[in-house]
Antibody, heavy 117, light 108 residues
């Protein structure tokens, strides 16, 4: 069974940094691209970053470019999102997703990030 | 960036009725890369349809997708109580991948 388990969310002050992790299991992690998609409270979905299966190709939405960094460690079956310069508008549930090509085919349960003083 | 506009915002229907909702792109997607997701409260989204009309594994044949170019449709032939949820479209052929704002299907 495919599972994606996010961790690392929490309450952080504006301007702070946070690193999210996502461990994949039940499939060959290194064979799939991965993404982060977020959802602000009561709002819709926003794709924010993606990474190829090998880790060398990365993609960002303009809203996070220059502030967030996606990476992966295939030896640990783990995806990361390093977030910096956090703002109130970054408050959201952050979902780790497995991609098939560019299709978001499977979602984790999400981890909540709250940016507030 | 391709903007996706879903309509209506909310659909009030009864179990057994047919649901049809729209996703319109701000420019021709130019390929088949349009997907639909279902999200229930407190849960992550679930992939229903990809490549405009292909049902994901385990998805009921009550769900069907259609369209091309800029106009796409998701149809639920007969609503089950479990189908009341929010539905999102997404284009994944152009970067950045973008979602529509969602259509909520509520019990009338």
């Amino acid at each position: 069974e495919v599972q994606l388990l996010e961790s690392g969310g929490g309450l952080i002050q504006p301007g702070g940094s946070l690193r999210l992790s996502c461990v994949g299991s039940g499939y060959t992690f290194s064979s799939y691209g991965m993404s982060w998609v977020r959802q602000a409270p009561g709002k819709g979905l926003e794709w924010i970053s993606g990474i190829g299966a090998g880790g060398s190709d990365t993609y960002y939405a303009d809203s996070v470019k220059g502030r967030f960094t996606i990476s992966r460690d295939n030896s640990k079956n783990t995806l990361y999102l390093q977030m910096g310069g956090l703002r109130a508008e970054d408050t959201a549930i952050y979902y780790c997703t497995r991609d098939s090509g560019w299709l978001t085919s499977f979602w984790g349960q999400g981890t909540l990030v709250t940016v507030s003083s | 960036e391709i903007m996706l506009t879903q309509s209506p915002g909310t659909l009030s229907l009864s179990p057994g009725e047919r649901a049809t909702f729209s996703c319109r792109a701000s420019q021709n997607i130019g390929n088949k890369y349009l997907a639909w997701y279902q999200q229930k409260p407190g849960q992550p989204p679930r992939l229903l349809i990809y490549d405009i009309s292909t049902r994901a594994t385990g998805i009921s044949d009550r769900f069907s997708g259609s369209g091309s170019g800029t106009d796409f449709t998701l149809t639920i032939s007969r609503l089950d109580p479990e189908d009341f949820a929010v539905y999102y479209c997404q284009q994944y052929g152009n970067s950045p991948r973008t979602f529509g704002q969602g259509t909520k299907v509520e019990i009338k």
